[in-house]
C-alpha cells in the first residue's frame, strides 16, 4: 500500500541542522507517511545522519544526487514519492505533530483543496509568531509570503511539472510554484494555527540576494506568469479609482468643514 504524504527533504550542507529535522518527522501524531532524503551534492557529513535514520526507521530514505539546487532537489525527491500528497521540508526547519494529520484530513474530505498550509514559529536568530493570513491571489502576485512546508496534492506537481529549475538564482522557487497553482482549479486552504517551526539564518539563502538578483527572478516569474497579472489588473485599476475619488470627497469634506468653522 502506498503511502499517503511523502515528505520531501532537500539536503545542502544540512549537517547540523537535519537531525532535528528528521526527529520532528518521527514524532508526528500521524503514521502514514515517508520522508525521502535528498543529499544535492552535499560536502559535508548529512550523509551519515540520513543512513542512521534509515536504519531506525524503514520509512526513511535516502537518495544522493549531484548538485542541482533547491528545485532540482526538490523535484528528484517527488519523483521518488509514493504518496498521494507532498509536504516539502527543508532540512533546517521542524513539522508541527499535528499538521500532516489535520492536512490529509482536510484534503481527502475536499477535494477541490490542492494546498493546505498554515502559520509558522520562529526560532533560531529570530522569534516569534508568522502569522501568515488567508490566501490572498493579489498579496501573492507581489510577492510570497506562503513557505514551501504545505501539504499538496502529488497531481498538481504532476500536472504543474514541479519546481522551477531554472530560475536566474535560487530563492524564489515557492513563489513560482504557488502561481502556477493559482492557473489551476484547485484552491488554498489556511489553517489559523501554527503548522511547522522556521529556522531563521544570517547565512540562509534568499538573504545572500542583492537588488540586481532580486529584480532578475521577479522579472522572470512576472514574464512566466503575465498572464496572471493581466488578469489581474482590472480590478485593481478600478479599486485604486474608486480609492481616490473616495478619498478626494473624504478630503473635500473636512475642508468644507473647517472653512464653515473658520466663517461661523
Known sequence: MNSILSIIIPCFNSEATLEATLYSVLNQNYNDWEAIIVN?????????????WTKKDERFKYYKKNNGGLGSARNFGIEKAT???????DSDNKV????????????????EVGVV???????????????????D???????NYIDACAV???????????????????????????LSVMKTEY????????????????????KSFDKEMLEKNINFIKRKHYELYLKAY???????????KQLSVSIEKVIINKMKRIFK
Open 152 to 178: 499538496v496534492r502529488k497531481s498538481l506537481f504532476d500536472s504543474i511539472g514541479g519546481y522551477e529549475e531554472d530560475l536566474p538564482h535560487q530563492g524564489h522557487e515557492d513563489w513560482d510554484f504557488w
Open 40 to 52: 544535492d551534492g552535499s560536502p559535508d557529513n548529512l550523509e551519515t545522519i540520513a543512513l542512521n
Open 187 to 206: 484552491r488554498f486552504h489556511y489553517l489559523k494555527e501554527v503548522t511547522f517551526d522556521y529556522r531563521v539564518s544570517n547565512n540562509s539563502m534568499i
Open 117 to 135: 498550509y498554515g502559520n509558522s514559529m520562529y526560532f533560531g536568530e529570530k522569534d516569534g509568531l508568522w502569522n501568515v493570513g488567508a490566501f
Open 137 to 143: 491571489e493579489y498579496k501573492i502576485l507581489r510577492s
Open 83 to 89: 504518496g498521494s500528497y507532498i509536504l516539502p521540508l
Open 96 to 111: 508541527r505533530p499535528e499538521f500532516a494529520k489535520e492536512a490529509v484530513a482536510i484534503m481527502d474530505a475536499q477535494k
Open 234 to 244: 482590472p480590478n485593481l485599476f478600478n479599486e485604486n479609482t474608486r480609492l481616490k
